[in-house]
């Protein structure tokens, strides 16, 4: 595994944990009461359709994402399953009781830090959903199922998969490094390419949006940078500042039939600059120091959540609605 140091250090996810150094992030052993908190995103490889090899990959991640101090740590979407699994996803499914969620939960309990896993969730009514987990002091604090499941181009999502209803806004404890919870939202991938999404949970008063992805390289090279890379890299900044919200993103990274992912984890703060990146497609785990102090300059500067009209989108949305209704 080649291994890349950020801004704020970067630790290997399948390999022995090297010792720690000067310059790798110190443990947190009681609440910042600034509410500062490091997180850590798994730019992960998940093998395609090996749930048991893929969950012994994320505890090993989360054993050294705790000991370097994080609250919490997100994984790419899917991590558990791999991406392109077509009729694999009933496999492969699993659901909250499954044993495999259960070692997610004693690894979170016993680390005391958040997690964000991915996976194929099944339901009672045996629907499966391509969701991500946010974990928590051993519990599912809420669950996201991807809205947008793409199929075009080399995508198919829909064909396997049912599509989520909601976007919700949930209360993140961040492994309870914070004496202050933060208001938390995920977008699944092909969610972020749809403002809505990000503008709804901007409305529920979110300071953290966290989008775990598995989004391949597409289109034509600009620069250095894949077409899909430069997309994710003006939505994420755009969204950030646009709701002055922190924006974790968290790309997978290797091989699937022949495809490769991208990898370019990162970091944006509410201003807007990304402040902390995976530059390649490379297995990493990236770490950085989130500070509610930062959303705090960013709302003074730019009031923009406290002046959206929201009585006007909503009397524009019903005369929409009344219109299509009437045909």
Not at 72 to 93: N, R
Not at 299 to 311: C, F, G, K, M, T
């Amino acid at each position: 595994m080649v291994l890349e140091r950020s801004r704020t250090g970067v630790i290997p996810t399948q390999e022995s944990v090297p010792e720690a150094t000067a310059s790798e992030p110190e443990p947190i052993t009681a609440p910042d009461p600034s509410g500062a908190v490091i997180v850590a995103l798994a730019q992960f490889y998940p093998r395609l359709g090996d749930v048991g090899v893929n969950v012994a990959a994320h505890l090993t991640t989360i054993a050294a994402a705790a000991a370097g101090g994080a609250g919490l740590v997100v994984f790419p979407e899917l991590s558990l399953t791999g991406y392109f699994l077509k009729d694999q996803a009933p496999e492969v499914a699993l659901t909250l009781d499954s044993p495999e969620v259960h070692a997610l939960l004693d690894a979170s309990r016993a680390g005391d830090i958040d997690v964000v896993a991915g996976l194929i969730l099944e339901s009672d009514q045996h629907r499966f959903y391509n969701a991500s987990l946010y974990i928590s002091g051993g519990d599912v604090v809420h669950v996201h199922r991807k809205v947008y499941l793409p199929t075009y181009g080399l995508f198919d999502e829909q064909r396997y998969l049912a599509a989520g209803d909601r976007f919700r806004a949930f209360d993140a404890p961040l492994g309870r490094r914070t004496h202050h919870h933060w208001r938390a939202g995920i977008l699944i991938c092909e969610d972020l390419w749809h403002p809505t999404s990000a503008a709804l949970l901007a409305r529920q008063g979110v300071d953290l949006i966290i989008c775990p992805s598995a989004s391949p390289g597409r289109g034509l090279l600009q620069g250095e940078a894949v077409g899909t890379a430069s997309s994710y890299d003006v939505m994420t900044r755009t969204y950030a500042q646009l709701f002055t919200t922190y924006l974790l993103y968290c790309n997978r990274s290797g091989f699937e039939d022949g495809v490769g992912f991208w990898g370019g984890s990162r970091v944006v703060d509410p201003s807007g600059s990304v402040v902390a990146e995976v530059p390649g497609a490379q297995e990493a785990v990236l770490f950085h120091s989130i500070e509610r102090s930062a959303l705090r300059r960013a709302r003074v500067a730019y009031p923009l959540l406290r002046d959206e009209r929201n009585d006007v989108n909503d009397a524009e949305t019903d005369r929409l609605r009344r219109r299509h209704t009437r045909g």
